[in-house]
């Protein structure tokens, strides 16, 4: 590199002390690989024109640009352009030697300046070298070795060898939290991802040393501070040097500064609006007055602003957020104003190789002539990513032929969306099995289908589910169902089989309100067995119906699995259109999640009843009646609680249940995914309808013990321990019972 440049130095010397001169020939020498016309186009050379020294020296830039020529020679004598090349050899096959993955040699290749076929230039060598060094280091592997060998196969070309050596995965052994944290260091080891290598830690990864890791623990730990307060926080990584064993320590350098409280909220909207469409805020703000500033809190205000502009078909709107600081006091103001008045011209949808184009402009809330906002737009990107079909998405905003128009393109990126899950359960009294494959986007459409198959000792089922997620694009799914379910149940002196088909629908009515409607069909070959009492033996026989049902839910959690805040509450009820046995099914459920302290104590309770019951003198059949989950009421057999004929648990026509829980945070940190927790259940199954002289057990059944929920990397886990604090002489219990996966 040094030789060319000093060459090139020299060069542009001597075009200092020429005169122009017109060239009327071209000689051009040493190109063996690269045509003359090329070199005449890419220099952008021409015959009969008169030279001057920037001529000769743009030649000399341009050919260079090229990056085909070690070496350029240009000189003019006697009207003849002299050009003498020295190509760059080119590199004939780009080998990387030590790794396994061929995906991932060809994510090396792909970042790479040297690359087969083109030139070889070795100062980009040194480069490569780096930028290898530092992907290894970026997925753990902070003392890899790359060496690289150049072979020369002859004057024209080489042959590149890359050999990596990734050597082990650098470990993580200390993190410390340094300066102004005014937060227990135990806190913030449960926020970061990474955490300190432990040998019993053989399946997580987050104990490897990851540059990638170190900034999602950053943007967690900064998120964290602001969501409680500390809005000036500033949060510095750097990592200590390599300990003798090649593994390091992580320091985390936070300022936490003053926590603010939030004194004011205020709403300056233009008066081109009308007041009273945003006077409804005033009761929102009044919810976060005098509690510390969170983002999370202005987010879901500005959710409530959006809203409103929806509700009211509002057009070229915008808004922004003031965070004014006053002492430890924050001032929240929203601007909401007239937007410049902009058209969309253009929708392009780019990089959808499986996925139907109808799919991704359904999911669209702004279209071709309709007003531009930037709020449409954002929401219709969210709603894209929600489908769960792509990697990732995101849109880019150009101008249009006209100054009022604009062109959007959105950009997918699909993401393999096949998915097989399994699950297990044991208890003491017996084990499950659970099955499931799952294709997220059918045949490009963005459809959903899905077969589940559950075992165990009393049944076998299976469903198949196809699912449109946005149904002629009105927001709503819409499912199909069929289903077959054997049940054997000795102990509950029946056995059935039951074959279902139905559709089912749900949406977002309001936010956080969901509503789901449903029509099924099923038929039910129920036998009572042998031993069975005769008032049971009446309920044999052949069940025919056609059922609507709906339901309500109010879902305010802040996230499905072990939740720390928020609620839901659901209301369900099932309605005979045509049954041989005519009934109606109502369900109710609540849960609440509360977090007490910094340290991650979290406390639900969740209430469930459920009750059935016959319509025009009909009784409830056997098959239909209630029975309590294990779940539900822990330490306890499901099915095997509540009334009795003779020797068989027939269920109830009512259930209730009550669960208290209360994790424990200092035995396991939350970046375990784990959670062990105290419960108290209590709960009953009672009501007969069909014979007054049959058992129902009216007393009250409650448990207490340990549970322990774990999103393992095999999926949801869960492990309880349970004893029965009440009972009756004909419960059946069950100290142990663990569960693997999604399926139940």
């Known amino acids: 590199m040094f030789k060319k440049i000093l060459y090139i130095t020299i060069v542009l010397l001597n075009f200092s002390t020429m005169k122009a001169e017109i060239v009327k020939s071209i000689q051009i020498s040493g190109n063996q690989r690269v045509s003359e016309e090329t070199i005449k186009v890419y220099g952008e050379i021409e015959i009969n024109k008169?030279?001057?020294?920037?001529?000769?020296?743009?030649?000399?830039?341009?050919?260079?640009?090229?990056?085909?020529?070690?070496?350029?020679?240009?000189?003019?004598?006697?009207?003849?352009?002299?050009i003498n090349l020295k190509e760059?050899?080119?590199?004939?096959?780009?080998?990387?030697?030590?790794?396994?993955?061929?995906?991932?040699?060809?994510?090396?290749?792909?970042?790479?300046?040297?690359?087969?076929?083109?030139?070889?230039?070795?100062?980009?060598?040194?480069?490569?070298?780096?930028?290898?060094?530092?992907?290894?280091?970026?997925?753990?592997?902070?003392?890899?070795?790359?060496?690289?060998?150049?072979?020369?196969?002859?004057?024209?070309?080489?042959?590149?060898?890359i050999e990596i050596d990734r050597g082990n995965k650098t470990k993580i052994s200390s993190i410390k939290f340094i300066g102004d944290k005014k937060v227990r260091d135990r806190r913030l080891r449960d926020i970061i991802v990474s955490e300190e290598h432990k040998f019993y830690k053989v399946i997580s990864n987050n104990s490897n040393f990851s540059k990638t890791q170190i900034q999602l623990d950053l943007r967690l730990l900064t998120n964290y501070y602001k969501?409680?307060?500390?809005?000036?926080?500033?949060?510095?990584?750097?990592?200590?040097?390599?300990?003798?064993?090649?593994?390091?320590?992580?320091?985390?350098?936070?300022?936490?500064?003053?926590?603010?409280?939030?004194?004011?909220?205020?709403?300056?909207?233009?008066?081109?609006?009308?007041?009273?469409?945003?006077?409804?805020?005033?009761?929102?703000?009044?919810?976060?007055?005098?509690?510390?500033?969170?983002?999370?809190?202005?987010?879901?205000?500005?959710?409530?602003?959006?809203?409103?502009i929806e509700r009211?078909?509002?057009?070229?709107?915008?808004?922004?957020?003031?965070?004014?600081?006053?002492?430890?006091?924050?001032?929240?103001?929203?601007?909401?104003?007239?937007?410049?008045?902009?058209?969309?011209?253009?929708?392009?949808?780019?990089g959808n190789n499986v996925t139907?184009?109808?799919?991704?402009?359904?999911?669209?809330?702004?279209?071709?002539?309709?007003?531009?906002?930037?709020?449409?737009?954002?929401?219709?990107?969210?709603?894209?990513?929600?489908?769960?079909?792509?990697?990732?998405?995101?849109?880019?905003?150009?101008?249009?032929?006209?100054?009022?128009?604009?062109?959007?393109?959105?950009?997918?990126?699909?993401?393999?969306?096949?998915?097989?899950?399994?699950?297990?359960?044991?208890?003491?009294?017996?084990?499950?099995?659970?099955?499931?494959?799952t294709e997220n986007n059918w045949l490009g459409k963005g459809t959903k289908l899905n077969f589940e198959l559950?075992?165990?000792?009393?049944?076998?089922?299976?469903?198949?589910?196809?699912?449109?997620?946005?149904?002629?694009?009105?927001?709503?799914?819409?499912?199909?169902?069929?289903?077959?379910?054997?049940?054997?149940?000795?102990?509950?002196?029946?056995?059935?089989?039951?074959?279902?088909?139905?559709?089912?629908?749900?949406?977002?009515?309001?936010?956080?309100?969901?509503?789901?409607?449903?029509?099924?069909?099923?038929?039910?070959?129920?036998?009572?067995?042998?031993?069975?009492?005769?008032?049971?033996k009446k309920q044999s026989g052949e069940f025919l119906e056609l059922a609507g049902n709906y339901g309500f839910k109010y879902d305010t959690r802040n996230r499905a699995f072990m939740p720390t805040s928020g609620a839901i509450s659901s209301f369900n009820q099932v309605i005979p259109i045509y049954a041989d046995k005519s009934f109606i099914d109502n369900s109710i459920s609540i849960s609440n999640y509360k977090s007490f302290s910094e340290e991650s104590i979290v406390g639900s309770s969740k209430i469930f009843i459920s009750a059935i019951n016959g319509l025009n003198d009909d009784n409830v059949r056997l098959s239909k009646r209630k029975k309590l989950s294990s779940r539900r009421l822990r330490g306890f057999e499901r099915g095997k609680v509540g009334p009795l004929d003779g020797?068989?648990?027939?269920?109830?026509?009512?259930?209730?249940?009550?669960?208290?829980?209360?994790?424990?945070?200092?035995?396991?940190?939350?970046?375990?995914?784990?959670?062990?927790?105290?419960?108290?259940?209590?709960?009953?199954?009672?009501?007969?309808?069909?014979?007054s002289t049959i058992d129902e057990s009216n007393e009250i059944r409650s448990s207490t013990g340990l549970a322990l929920n774990w999103m393992s990397p095999l999926g949801p886990m869960s492990f309880v321990l349970a004893n029965d604090l009440s009972k009756a002489d004909t419960d059946q219990t069950e100290s142990f019972n663990f569960n693997l996966g999604t399926t139940f």
Not at 53 to 64: A, G, M, P, Y
Not at 259 to 273: C, G, H, L, M, Q
Not at 321 to 347: A, C, D, M, P, T
Not at 503 to 523: A, C, H, P, R, W
């Open 50 to 82: 008169n030279y001057e020294e920037s001529d000769l020296n743009n030649i000399l830039q341009n050919l260079n640009a090229t990056n085909f020529f070690e070496d350029i020679q240009i000189r003019i004598n006697k009207n003849v352009l002299l």
């Open 88 to 161: 760059y050899p080119v590199v004939s096959q780009l080998l990387l030697i030590g790794e396994p993955s061929k995906k991932y040699k060809e994510q090396i290749k792909k970042l790479m300046s040297s690359k087969e076929k083109q030139s070889f230039i070795k100062s980009n060598l040194s480069k490569d070298i780096d930028l290898i060094k530092n992907l290894y280091s970026t997925i753990g592997y902070g003392s890899s070795k790359i060496d690289a060998k150049i072979k020369k196969i002859d004057e024209r070309s080489v042959e590149l060898i």
């Open 227 to 308: 969501s409680v307060g500390y809005y000036d926080v500033k949060i510095n990584s750097n990592s200590a040097e390599f300990n003798q064993e090649g593994n390091v320590d992580l320091i985390y350098s936070i300022d936490a500064g003053p926590r603010y409280t939030i004194n004011k909220i205020s709403t300056n909207a233009d008066p081109v609006f009308d007041k009273d469409i945003f006077s409804p805020l005033k009761d929102s703000y009044k919810k976060y007055i005098g509690k510390y500033y969170s983002p999370f809190s202005v987010k879901d205000l500005l959710d409530d602003i959006d809203l409103l």
């Open 312 to 350: 009211n078909n509002l057009q070229f709107v915008e808004h922004n957020v003031e965070e004014i600081k006053n002492g430890n006091f924050i001032e929240i103001k929203f601007n909401i104003f007239e937007s410049e008045k902009l058209l969309v011209e253009r929708i392009n949808v780019l």
């Open 356 to 437: 139907n184009e109808d799919v991704i402009r359904g999911e669209l809330l702004i279209d071709e002539g309709d007003p531009f906002t930037k709020l449409s737009l954002d929401k219709s990107i969210s709603k894209i990513k929600s489908r769960g079909i792509f990697k990732k998405v995101v849109s880019e905003t150009l101008d249009g032929t006209e100054n009022n128009l604009k062109i959007i393109n959105i950009n997918v990126e699909e993401k393999p969306t096949g998915e097989i899950a399994a699950g297990a359960g044991i208890g003491t009294n017996g084990g499950s099995f659970g099955f499931s494959i």
């Open 454 to 536: 559950d075992v165990d000792e009393e049944s076998l089922g299976g469903t198949l589910n196809y699912t449109q997620p946005n149904y002629n694009f009105l927001g709503n799914s819409l499912n199909y169902f069929v289903s077959s379910q054997s049940n054997d149940k000795p102990d509950q002196g029946y056995e059935n089989a039951i074959y279902s088909a139905g559709i089912q629908t749900g949406f977002e009515q309001y936010k956080d309100v969901f509503v789901n409607l449903g029509l099924s069909t099923s038929f039910d070959d129920l036998r009572t067995q042998d031993s069975a009492s005769e008032s049971l």
């Open 647 to 691: 020797t068989d648990h027939i269920g109830g026509n009512y259930a209730a249940s009550l669960n208290l829980d209360a994790n424990l945070p200092k035995l396991l940190p939350e970046s375990s995914g784990a959670d062990i927790a105290l419960f108290l259940d209590v709960a009953n199954v009672w009501g007969v309808d069909y014979d």
